[in-house]
């Protein structure tokens, strides 16, 4: 017979121990004891207060909520925000779990150009074969009728399309290069991302704050705007990844002067992409007054049809996208907060920069980020991976597909084992 103090100890060890085996709010849960997360071999239930929630066929995650912890199901729901917010917890609607775009960034357009806004016109290199690049126009091709993507991002200088002068006056020689990417771009039949690439940025100075004023920035994107007018497969970026920004509401206004600017060229009805501080980054973009400051952002009639905001993030360990291997998914330090706040205030948000190495760690964590995308597409649009176009096989991030010797396609594992919407769905 067990001594009753025997018994005490044993009923302790048992607690810690069942402690021990509960995944924190937010962590991946699941186990072999149902269909879902089949190889899965982590904890399978969760920490009080969150309930193991499937978001896809291969991962779950401790959602907060009310209720024991359980083994997931498939009719369970998606993630409710974070507790921390003070919109009440709510969850995706059931129409929730299919996104609008997946894509690649065609680059070559923005070589030359770094991250003060320094672009060199001559360095950058079309990534196309007319002009002794790579086949830019065949990857996009391939990227569309074998894999499924049905958008590219086509990132450009300020500086190229304006031969090097502050202005909104197009250089027509120039912006002929980057229009013929753009045209292979849409006779894919996909949606094509025009991205100002730099960094908020002219020459090392802010726009609207010590550099080009607002007034140059809207005719740049006025002259942009006016040339695709008409067609509603492209897309406005307005800026890539604003940073070290001092003033997050002189910004707004800066991309309040672009939003405008577009319209009245008579791009009317065009998604625009309206870009944060901090490298655009979703984990940051409420924290650092982005969120705030740009949801006073509208159109000329005081609407925000169309209005999106662009977020960045990658999946290595300084958030660098500079890294082969990847050490998080993002869902709980960045996309679950995000979501919440997208739901309580109507808004959205476009991911159109991500990536990770061709290595199994970026394959885990990619699938993740995505699932947890497409469970909650009423606020997240999709995302776009970083990079193909002109970019060499050997680049940390490279998503550039090899040609065969019979014209056929081969992928990096990256795109194929996650981003190829024909391998996730």
């Excluded at 942009?224 to 970026?237: E, L, M, Q, R, V």
């Amino acid at each position: 017979m067990i001594s009753k103090s025997f018994s005490a100890l044993l009923a302790a060890i048992t607690l810690a121990l069942s402690v021990h085996a509960q995944a924190a709010v937010w962590s991946q849960c699941g186990g072999t004891l149902t269909s879902f997360n089949k190889g899965w071999t982590g904890e399978t239930t969760c920490a009080a207060g969150s309930v193991c929630t499937v978001l896809s066929s291969s991962y779950s995650q401790c959602v907060p909520g009310t209720g024991a912890s359980s083994t997931p199901s498939a009719t369970s729901s998606s993630p409710a925000p974070s507790a921390s917010s003070t919109c009440a917890p709510n969850s995706p609607p059931s129409s929730a779990g299919k996104l609008r775009f997946a894509g690649v960034n065609i680059s070559g357009f923005d070589f030359g150009c770094g991250t003060d806004g320094t672009c060199n016109a001559s360095g950058a290199w079309p990534p196309l074969t007319q002009y002794y690049g790579l086949d830019g126009a065949g990857q996009m091709k391939h990227f569309v009728e074998d894999d499924g993507f049905n958008v590219f991002r086509l990132p450009v200088g300020w500086q190229f399309l304006t031969n090097g002068v502050a202005t909104g006056d197009i250089d027509e020689d120039n912006f002929t290069e980057y229009d013929a990417l753009v045209q292979a771009c849409l006779d894919t039949g996909a949606s094509c991302i025009v991205d100002v690439h730099n960094y908020a940025r002219f020459n090392g100075k802010i726009i609207g704050q010590g550099g080009p004023a607002n007034d140059a920035f809207a005719a740049l994107w006025s002259s942009i705007a006016a040339k695709y007018a008409d067609n509603d497969k492209i897309i406005f970026g307005i800026m890539n990844e604003p940073h070290d920004v001092p003033d997050i509401n002189l910004w707004a206004e800066s991309v309040q002067a672009a939003v405008t600017a577009i319209r009245n060229a008579g791009a009317t009805s065009q998604l625009i992409l309206l870009p944060g501080n901090n490298w655009t980054s979703a984990e940051t973009f409420v924290s650092n007054g982005s969120a705030d400051a740009l949801n006073k952002v509208t159109n000329p009639d005081g609407s925000i049809t169309g209005l999106i905001f662009d977020v960045h993030k990658y999946l290595d360990f300084d958030n660098s996208g500079t890294n082969a291997e990847c050490t998080t998914n993002n869902i709980d330090n960045a996309w679950a907060p995000l979501a919440q706040w997208l739901r309580c205030n109507g808004r959205q948000a476009f991911n159109t920069e991500t990536g990770g190495g061709n290595v199994a760690s970026c394959e885990q964590f990619m699938c993740e980020q995505v699932a947890f995308q497409k469970a909650n597409s009423d606020v997240f649009l999709g995302y776009v991976g970083w990079a193909a176009g002109n970019f060499y096989n050997g680049y940390v991030l490279s998503e550039v597909p090899t040609q065969n010797a019979d014209g056929t396609w081969t992928d990096q594992p990256l795109v194929a084992q996650c981003l190829a919407p024909n391998a996730n769905a």
